[in-house]
């Protein structure tokens, strides 16, 4: 019995803290840096790989919800996320170490998603280098287009971000080597999707403060034998509780989760819109140079 109430007294504890302790505050691991100095030697291989998943992210997306066409803002967002780490769009980066090759540095990647440590956050700063400003582009040129994959690569290493256009220099000799690629686990790799499918939801940030750690620790709850079945009934009020809460809390934030669908559609709209005249604004600025450059064409012919 005495078990039982340090158990809930435990996890009302938990209850009240989440409400109020910042993840700042409560976060275990380490923030780890992306490696700046490595970003020229694996540019336009990461645009490579940029271009290839695009390519396929679209495709997988309009096998989803066909027979309907993909719209542009469908792509504009893959375009967006592809190079953001805390968006589903960029889990092809997890894949993916750097290894030393002699002078230079290759991308190879691997069977499973890796820990994000200083190589992972290195190609998504290398990534992001490479996109830019020009996420709109590339997603005008996959909707207009529709170009193969290898044309894809050229235009958007190539011709519009120029990632691929100069040989990277050589690599020091006194580089440092980073971190060995360390796999996680399938209940690492789960628990990181359910966190990234969250984001946004109602109810989510409180579930910021806790580490991978805590999540995992929290989910092999009751997971142990024990040889007592009063402790095994005890291990599972937790649960119960916790489903009872959840319960409650659905029924009260409902005309709360009312709302922020509403705001985020008026919001989905809003950023379409802008799309949009972005688009057009863009057009009619190439039109007019290209204008004013046959203008001044004509002017010099004549003199």
Known sequence: MAKMKSVLFVLVCVLLV??????SHCSKKPVVGARKEDVPYIKCQVCEKLAAELYQQVQKKQAEIAPKKISEYQIIEIAENVCNLKKAEADWILRIDIVEQGDKLELVEQDSEGQCNSECKTIERACQEVMGYSDTDAAEHLYK???QLDSLVNFLCKDL??????????????????EPFAPKSSKEAEMEKIMKSMEGMPGAPRMKMY????????KNLG?????????????????????VLREKESKKDDWKHKITEGITHGRDLLKKHAYKVSNRVRQWWRRKKTAGSTNSKASKSEL
């Open 223 to 243: 997971d142990e034998d024990d040889d007592d079945e009063e402790d095994e009934d005890e291990a599972q009020v937790p649960f119960k509780l916790g489903k």
């Open 211 to 218: 580490s991978r750690d805590d999540l995992m620790s929290m």
């Open 18 to 23: 989440s409400a109020w302790i910042p993840f």
């Open 145 to 147: 287009s529709k170009p």
């Open 161 to 178: 971000t120029k990632a691929c256009s100069t040989k990277p220099p050589p690599l020091p000799k006194n580089r440092t080597p980073g």
